[in-house]
């Protein structure tokens, strides 16, 4: 366990429909991330967010929206997805340190299926 | 952030020391070398991390070379349960800053 917990573990879904994704630190961390994960390939940056202010959007499709509602929580809002954003999407958390950056610790991911 | 080179696969034998290359020949000096690993499916586990002085904790060992263009990582007593992807990461200190993944090394462990 590393103190950051993503909820649902899985998750399938047509086209037109709207999910969301939930992610939540209990380590006290002031930064939160989304990382996409597509089968085969390497983890891509998604959204961070520090003391709850979006300070990265990696050129992410509007379809999905992030919201941060405090430092322990993010979602990740779906709507009208295609079958190429079936992946594992995965969450992470950080504190700021004066010394070696900051560590990011992630949680367990939601394997999203689009069909 | 610096870019980063690992083989893409190696295997070691159960109970014997596994050490991970990494080439990172651009890094500059305010920039550490992180390592996670991947098991399948599951999220990337932080590992251990350095500036230029080796780094040693529970999992495993961190050498980085005097020039610092290149670590090895070593997990000293490798079991099964180490089969994963593992990814070196060069990035600066400080702030929120992104991890930029690689392809990484699909490290086998067998009996």
């Known amino acids: 366990e590393t103190g950051v917990t993503q909820t649902p573990r899985h998750l399938v879904m047509g086209m037109t429909n709207k999910k969301s994704l939930k992610c939540e630190q209990h380590?006290?961390?002031?930064?939160m991330y989304w990382y996409k994960q597509s089968a085969k390939k390497p983890l891509e940056l998604m959204f961070v967010y520090n003391f709850k202010e979006q300070t990265e959007n990696n050129s992410v499709p509007s379809r999905f929206s992030p919201e941060c509602p405090n430092s322990s929580h993010l979602f990740l809002h779906l709507h009208t997805l295609q079958p190429e954003d079936s992946a594992l999407y995965l969450c992470?958390?950080?504190?700021?340190?004066?010394?070696?950056?900051?560590?990011?610790?992630f949680g367990p991911g939601t394997r999203l299926t689009v069909l | 952030d610096a870019k980063t080179t690992q083989p893409p696969s190696m295997d070691c034998a159960e109970g014997r020391a596994a050490n991970l290359p990494c080439n990172h020949s651009?890094?500059?000096?305010?920039?550490?070398v992180y390592w996670y690993r991947q098991i399948h499916s599951q999220g990337p586990q932080y590992i251990i991390h350095g500036l230029k002085n080796n780094e040693t904790n529970e999992m495993a060992s961190l050498i980085i070379t005097e020039d610092r263009k290149s670590s090895t990582l070593i997990l000293p007593h490798a079991t099964l349960r180490d089969t994963a992807v593992y990814y070196c990461i060069v990035r600066s200190s400080g702030g929120y800053n992104k991890l930029i993944f690689g392809a990484g090394t699909r490290l086998a462990v067998h009996p």
């Open positions: 380590l006290g961390h002031n930064a």
């Open positions: 651009t890094i500059s000096g305010n920039e550490y």
């Open positions: 992470a958390s950080s504190q700021d340190k004066e010394r070696g950056g900051d560590t990011q610790y």
